[in-house]
């Protein structure tokens, strides 16, 4: 993390704010373009409060006991929620009961379950970048079908495509492989055009990429209690 000026959470929160302004300008876009999701996972409530002081609006959380016991006790707040973790299906309905963007659908039978319940929400295909089908995230062959089968929900909206650079990889070129993924996927859904990409370590590249909405945990937050 860079050392430079204070290191408490507004000074973080500051300081990574001035930094995708910047990246997002050195790329010749607009600021405005992009949405900074703040990752709260395993940090209490009372951070979400801080950061909703400071003026953040936009939260993201992986898993649902977490997020749904962090929605209910934020109800005063004017929280926009998103939700970014591995689903199961059996817990996608409850989710959708207060998420309001789902950034990782990665198959069919997670729609099922959200056309089988009334409220609306905005979603993220998840594409899996690694070769591990086993990780989150569809691959990138399933793409399209899912797509079109999430074309047929009504309570959805389709936003685009979200990733997770792999270890492995240059993120940049991870990035370069999701937005020729868009490709795919515009001519069958034209308004599906956001990237939901990039973290604390890799945020420049990913705005460089091309990304809408960055999900950003620890450059902001600090290190998380515990879990990963
Ligand atoms: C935890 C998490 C993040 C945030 O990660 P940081 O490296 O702490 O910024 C973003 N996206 C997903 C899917 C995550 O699980």
Do not use: C
């Not at 950034?103 to 056309?115: F, G, N, P, Q, V």
């Not at 089968?149 to 940049?172: I, N």
């Not at 420049?204 to 990429?209: K, L, Q, R, W």
Request: proline residues 4%.
């Amino acid at each position: 993390m860079a050392a430079h000026s204070g290191d408490t959470l507004e000074d973080r929160y500051h300081r990574v704010l001035s930094e995708v302004a910047g990246a997002a300008r050195s790329a010749g876009r607009d600021p405005k373009e992009i949405t900074t999701i703040v990752v709260t996972k395993f940090h209490p409530v009372s951070l979400i409060r801080q950061l909703h002081a400071l003026g953040q609006r936009d939260f993201g959380e992986n898993r649902h006991q977490e997020a749904v016991a962090k929605h209910q006790e934020t109800t005063d707040l004017d929280l926009v929620w998103h939700f970014q973790g591995q689903l199961q299906s059996n817990k996608a309905k409850a989710v959708a009961q207060y998420a309001d963007v789902i950034h990782s659908i990665d198959r069919e039978s997670l729609l099922t379950k959200l056309a089988d319940q009334d409220r609306h929400v905005d979603v993220f295909i998840e594409v899996n970048l690694t070769d591990d089908p086993g990780r989150g995230g569809v691959m990138p062959e399933g793409v399209t079908a899912l797509v079109e089968k999430t074309l047929t929900v009504p309570q959805l909206t389709l936003r685009g495509l979200m990733a997770v650079a792999p270890q492995d990889e240059q993120p940049a070129h991870a990035f370069e492989r999701v937005v020729a993924l868009r490709e795919k996927v515009l001519p069958l859904a034209p308004h599906a055009t956001d990237l939901s990409m990039g973290m604390s370590g890799d945020f420049v590249e990913a705005i460089s990429a091309g990304a809408t909405h960055l999900r950003i945990g620890t450059a902001i937050t600090g290190n998380r209690p515990s879990g990963d």
